[in-house]
């Protein structure tokens, strides 16, 4: 029972699902999901949550995913990584990869989505758009960005075999 309540608040916080997504490109793919909205005209597709685990207690954690729009003509994908943090917002304001390369952020929205006995975790979700090319190049070897806040920052890693499934889902599925 303590072990199945532990996985519960894992999920909740982080993920306690197979890791597989990221390690086999096969099963990256699978892992996408789209949603067309007919109003919009947008085909939405996101690849499954990469979890990165706090370093202790005081320091965030994170979920990030790939996400592209399939409707659009020339296609953007994103970064979306979900910072999480108990009882402090991180503020972030700049990500850069490993490589020094720095990338825009947009702010998509902040919560707090538990509280208990005074303990509150906080959300922020921060969007970096990133170009086919840059996927592509890094398609073999995978890329780490550093998200830096005011009050904490996460080094974020995307493996290769992750951005390998999500091309081929792109590949595979740009008529849709």
């Known amino acids: 029972m303590k072990k199945l309540l532990l996985c519960i608040i894992s999920l909740y916080l982080g993920g306690c699902y197979s890791m597989a997504h990221i390690e086999d490109p096969i099963a990256a793919e699978q892992g996408i999901e789209c949603e067309y909205d007919s109003f919009a005209k947008t085909n ?17 954690s994170a979920n990030s995913y790939l996400s592209v729009d399939l409707a659009q003509k020339y296609l ?19 990500v850069i990869d490993s490589n020094g390369q720095k ?26 758009n990133l170009s086919m090319n840059y996927l ?20 974020i890693n995307i493996p290769a075999a992750y951005i390998q499934g999500f091309l081929n889902f792109i590949n595979n599925n740009k008529g849709l």
């Open 44 to 60: 939405i597709c996101t690849g499954r949550h990469i979890v990165t685990k706090a370093a202790d207690l005081t320091s965030p």
């Open 76 to 94: 953007s994908p994103k970064l979306i990584i979900r910072i999480n943090q108990a009882n402090n917002w991180t503020f972030p304001r700049q």
């Open 103 to 128: 990338f825009a952020t947009t702010q998509i929205d902040s919560q707090i989505p538990m509280c208990y006995s005074g303990i509150c975790t906080t959300w922020e979700y921060i969007g970096i």
């Open 136 to 155: 592509r190049q890094h398609a073999q070897t995978g890329f780490s960005m550093k998200t830096y806040g005011i009050r904490g920052n996460i080094v």
